[in-house]
């Protein structure tokens, strides 16, 4: 996982293709796929098994990056976003592991429930969380 490029394909490890071929069939990436089309975002082959998607026009969710399955998705550009946040990829494809650990579409609600627990103990939506202290508070670039 020390491996971060910004684009490229190259082979995968087995537990990342487990990982693809699971998103895939969770339907976690196709609805990804489709939220990037829908904010009109560039669609290319990422990094051990992730797929990128950068200038998304919508304003929400209001994130440097969000994940979707094995899509990442963000305004910006890739390239730049790497280049100020050289961590925000790894910490985003520990995300992509946790839609194929809670089996898909429910990480959505177990999120949400999980952002409302880190609001009410700490006023953060962040700090508490449990995903996101999973995927890497630093990583993710929350203080």
């Not at 910004?6 to 699971?22: E, K, Y």
Request: glycine share 14%.
């Amino acid at each position: 996982m020390d491996d971060v490029r910004p684009i490229g394909g190259g082979r995968l490890t087995a537990p990342q293709q487990l990982r693809r071929l699971g998103n895939w069939a969770n339907l976690s990436t196709p609805v990804g796929l489709l939220i990037a089309r829908i904010g009109r975002a560039d669609v290319q082959r990422g990094p051990r098994g992730l797929v990128l998607a950068d200038g998304y026009r919508l304003g929400f969710p209001i994130a440097g990056a969000f994940t979707v399955g094995n899509v990442v998705i963000t305004a910006r550009s890739w390239p730049d976003l790497l280049a100020t946040s050289p961590n925000l990829l790894r910490h985003e494809e520990r995300h992509s592991w946790q839609y194929l650990a809670c089996l898909g579409l429910p990480f959505f609600g177990l999120y949400a429930a999980a952002m409302g627990w880190s609001w009410l103990r700490t006023g953060d939506l962040a700090r508490a969380n449990v995903f996101e202290r999973a995927a890497g508070l630093a990583d993710g670039g929350y203080l």
